[in-house]
């Protein structure tokens, strides 16, 4: 068991460029999240999937965000267009679940730092 | 749609100290669970104690312990002998249980800076 594994950790990138980060979750384990965090800040809720499905997105999930998890196992975080508002650090969580419960421990990966110059 | 507030931005202990660190939330459902996390700086968020709902023991943990009062929507964090190796970012968080939506994700506070003095 590896832990959850995101990459880049760090990203630098101009406005307007597109950015992608990737996140690899604890193996078996079949949800998926996605949060936004600021320096100082508690993270915000951006998106989840259960296996494939996307469960939920948030409305800080602007049209300029995708989320998708083509597998059920890996998932990627694309931003288009970046703006110096994006600037965050992006984590990834999972966890295992049976069915609707939500009650199994949610592990974090290290995070992907995006500086949007 | 459920808050949690953690109105400690940061607090400080001397080692061998206790410390508690508050949080309160807001939620009208009654099927959830409660969390504190750490977040040592430039490191990886990890579960320190969890508190489920339908339970009126209070979680413990080693030196972690936590003072749930449903009633009042308060969950407090005591940590007991601090040591060095607490110092971090400590956050509040809730999840949902199942049913309806919004569940399964964790609403989280905005943290406490918790500083340890040898």
């Known amino acids: 068991d590896t832990g959850v594994s995101q990459n880049p950790r760090h990203k630098i990138t101009k406005r307007g460029q597109n950015v992608t980060f990737r996140c690899d979750p604890i193996s078996e384990h079949n949800r998926l999240y996605w949060y936004r965090q600021t320096l100082g800040q508690g993270p915000e809720f951006l998106t989840y999937?259960?296996?494939?499905?996307?469960?939920?997105k948030s409305r800080l999930l602007s049209d300029r965000f995708s989320a998708e998890r083509p597998k059920g196992s890996f998932s990627t975080l694309e931003i288009q267009r970046t703006e110096q508002g994006d600037s965050a650090m992006y984590l990834c969580?999972?966890?295992?679940?049976?069915?609707?419960?939500?009650?199994?421990?949610?592990?974090f990966g290290e995070g992907s730092w995006l500086t949007v110059v | 749609a459920q808050t949690v507030t953690q109105s400690q931005p940061e607090m400080s202990v001397q080692e061998a100290e206790t410390v508690t660190l508050s949080c309160t939330y807001d939620?009208?459902?009654?099927?959830?669970?409660l969390f504190w996390y750490k977040q040592p700086p430039s490191r990886q968020m990890i579960l320190v104690i969890r508190?489920?709902?339908?339970?009126?023991q209070n979680a413990t943990e080693n030196r972690f312990s936590v003072n749930f009062q449903k009633a009042a929507k308060s969950f407090s964090l005591k940590i007991s002998d601090s040591q060095l190796g607490d110092a971090a970012m400590y956050f509040c968080?809730?999840?949902?249980?199942?049913?309806?939506?919004?569940?399964?994700?964790?609403?989280f506070g905005q943290g406490t800076i918790l500083t340890v003095h040898p």
């Open positions: 969580a999972s966890s295992w679940e049976l069915g609707l419960n939500s009650g199994n421990t949610i592990y």
């Open positions: 939620t009208s459902e009654s099927d959830y669970y």
């Open positions: 508190q489920e709902a339908y339970k009126q």
């Open positions: 999937f259960q296996n494939e499905a996307q469960l939920e």
């Open positions: 968080a809730y999840r949902r249980n199942a049913g309806g939506t919004s569940y399964g994700k964790l609403t």
